[in-house]
């Protein structure tokens, strides 16, 4: 039967892709990736040779409903030949899907069309910071990224009596500017976790006070993807 599949992808290693990703990426009509190029090395190195469309999020809100269509089969225009019910599988450039990367506009627009989507579970990057920091796991909220001006400082105040554990996505060039604002609003002896080039060669977690790791990251120049895990305000 046609489908949606969210297809998680690896965060850096390629060990972690699961059998049944290789699988439906391999079953399915088409896939949908974010950037074609990176998907390419990831279905050069498996061998997959499934016909691949760009799908952003500069052209996400323009295509969604046109790609429930093609899985409905209702639209005999598509670049498809018109062929109805494909399944198509959607991946990002790493991690899952709809997780700080497109994938929530195709999900609704497909369920409120009746098409059915069906979730693979896979890699993402904050399941295993917010395991390494040691932190309470049994609730916590996601922030992903912080908005990058407007509205980031009052979203930080929101969070400053947040007792549930953190976790925020940050690029290598604003970790320091988020680490002041984190202490701005948390205070600077609140417990943080800074992991960075997860499941990759240099790999590492550093644990302590924000004002330990804004001394350490001001002096060593922060290089790689980062998520950081902010210990709640009860803890
Ligand atoms: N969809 C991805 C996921 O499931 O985690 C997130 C994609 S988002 C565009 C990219 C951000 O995820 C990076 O800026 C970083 O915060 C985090 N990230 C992705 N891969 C990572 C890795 N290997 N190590 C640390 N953080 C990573």
Known sequence: MSKLYIVPTPIGNLEDITLRALRILREVDLILAEDTRTTAVLLRHFDISTPMRSHHKFNEHATAQRIAEEILGANPNSSLHGKSGKTIALVSDAGTPGISDP??????????????????????????ALLQSGFPCDRFCFEGFLPQKKGRSSRLAALADESRTMIFYESPFRIVRLLEQLGEHFGL?????????????????RRGSISSLLEYFRTTAPKGEFVLIVKGSLC
Request: hydrophobic letters at 35%; charged letters at 30%.
């Open 189 to 205: 002896d609140r417990e943080i976790s800074v992991s960075r080039e997860l499941t990759k060669k240099f790999e590492e977690t």
């Open 103 to 128: 994938g929530f506009l195709l999900v609704r627009t497909c369920l409120e069309a009746g098409v059915e989507v069906e979730s693979l579970p896979g890699p993402t990057a904050f399941v295993p």
